[in-house]
């Protein structure tokens, strides 16, 4: 396992980090996130991305078990705030009141002193990004959060956050944690370049496209029972991703990537994490084995021409 940087920070995180959206406290128990978390670990992950809304609180319980064993300063844990965590007014938004109950209420949940990284999970146009700013800070300098970063912000909102920062002399974010995959390449145009500019480590989601580029989905066919896309109660966001012809085009990308002597997996993580501005890939899993299959991504490096040919295909441009 590589290790990067968070962003122009001093925080090492592997370059391919283990979350629990769909699985942690919902798809597994947790003695299969115990199983998973454990050999994530023994493969140099020390990484973990939760958030107080997945499964209503029940993925950061499941975490707090499967770490137990850990010693805390091994790990990097990352959760998020934001999305109504109740039917109350204040349970929800980027306010003051929720920043700081939320942060309590994780670490109650995660069963640990401190977060390393608090992510806003979206933006709240209801609170002043002032009001976020400061309330986040406080939290830093309580020494209940370490580093604070964003959350599918756009490039604009960034940049705000950081200048607002700097004028309540505050801490800035660190991160922000979008989705990013070969099918979905919206950040490259202004999150990445502003990334940089501010030293912002990009922690990507989806870098598998919610399994759609590791190459089991077929035109023309139904999901296998099981799989993601089988199941309407995941498979929501996949559904433009599913269409004949992307996956034709997939199959097409999984021919020239095992041609090279590489898996999908390893070669589209790989992909994400030859941006600079992106300082890890999140991956989920079910299995030991897809974790050990995916850690394969980091360190890869290949010839730009490789990278071209590859996005070619997927364009139905290759050559």
Known sequence: MNYRKLGRYGLKVSEVALGGWLTHGRSLDDGATTQIVNR?????????????????????????????SFRRDDLVIATKCF???????????????????????????????????????RLDLDTPID?????????????????????????HKITEAVLTAKELNANPPASNQPAYNMLHRGIEAAVLPVSEQYGIGNVVFSPLAQ????????????????TRAADEKSNMFMKNLMSDETLSRVQSLKAYVEG?????????????????????????????????????????????????????????KAE
């Open 40 to 68: 994530a670990f023994d493969l140099g992950i020390n990484f973990f991305d939760t958030a107080d809304v997945y499964n209503q609180g029940e993925a950061e319980k499941s975490l707090a078990i499967a770490i137990k």
């Open 83 to 121: 999305f109504p965590m109740s039917d109350r007014p204040n349970d929800r938004g980027l306010s003051r009141k929720h920043i700081v109950e939320s942060v309590n209420h994780s670490l109650e949940r995660l069963q640990v002193d401190y977060i390393d990284l608090m992510q806003f999970h």
């Open 131 to 155: 009001e976020t700013v400061r309330a986040i800070d406080d939290l830093i300098r309580q020494g209940k959060v370490l580093y604070w970063g964003t959350s599918e912000w756009p490039a």
């Open 211 to 226: 399994g759609v580029l590791t190459g089991k989905y077929f035109p023309g066919q139904m999901p296998a029972s099981g």
């Open 260 to 316: 090279l002597g590489y898996t999908m997996p390893q070669f589209t993580l790989a992909w994400c994490l030859r941006q600079p501005a992106v300082s890890s890939v999140i991956i989920g899993a079910t299995s030991p084995e897809q974790v050990e299959e995916n850690v394969k991504g980091s360190g890869l490096q290949l010839d730009p021409e490789i990278w071209s040919q590859a996005e070619g295909i997927l364009l139905g």
